[in-house]
């Protein structure tokens, strides 16, 4: 039996390196399509980040059943996993954790599956770090709740949440630093 490529450790740095960028040029939609094969973006992600410290949290059934071993992490509730994973196509019917003022870094990392980046109806003007003057994101396949919520889990900064766009092959980030206007 061979192993998909995203569970292989050169591919799961690679990936990973992609994160990297990602997170620090918020807006910019980073492919990872030539590394993981037939692997979605985000199934590529959770096999990139998850381990056994981890807690992760699906709402809305986006794991395969199989890939559960594999990730070896704890389910965890919405409330307090430090990644929960969400369709963006579905209305924002969540609460992740935002961190503490004593622990900021506990907010979670909301991983949302959407139709395409770079296309679509929802245009989204970002600024902030990372960002040299503003970036124009274009989204299909996510409900704009998602936008209006994201605005209240990060009102306290530096609390928060941290998101993660992904296609079927791409990936873009949007840090809770990140200013977005629709």
Same mark, same amino acid.
Do not use: C, H, R, Y
């Given at each position: 039996m061979k192993t998909e490529s995203i569970w292989r450790a050169d591919v799961q740095q690679s990936v990973f390196r992609e994160l990297v960028e990602a997170f620090s040029r918020p807006g910019d939609i980073r492919d990872l399509g030539a590394r993981i094969d037939s692997a979605s973006a985000q199934r590529a992600v959770l096999a990139t980040l998850m381990d056994g410290e981890i807690t992760l949290a699906d709402p809305h059934g %986006?794991?395969?059943? !199989?890939?559960? #071993? /594999? /990730? %070896?992490?704890? #389910? !965890?509730?919405?409330e307090s996993a430090r990644y929960v994973v969400a369709d963006g196509r579905r209305a924002p019917d969540i609460q992740p954790a935002l961190g503490s003022l004593d622990s900021p870094e506990f907010g979670a990392t909301v991983l949302i599956e959407v139709d395409r980046l770079g296309e679509g109806e929802l245009l989204l003007n970002l600024a902030g770090p990372g960002i040299d003057g503003e970036r124009v994101l274009r989204v299909a396949g996510l409900q704009p709740g998602w936008l209006t919520r994201r605005a209240e889990w990060v009102s306290c900064f530096p609390l928060g949440v941290d998101l993660l766009l992904s296609d079927a092959r791409r990936i873009v980030a949007l840090p809770r630093t990140t200013r977005i206007s629709a």
């Open positions: %986006q794991i395969a059943e !199989g890939d559960w #071993p /594999l /990730l %070896q992490v704890t #389910p !965890g509730a919405s």
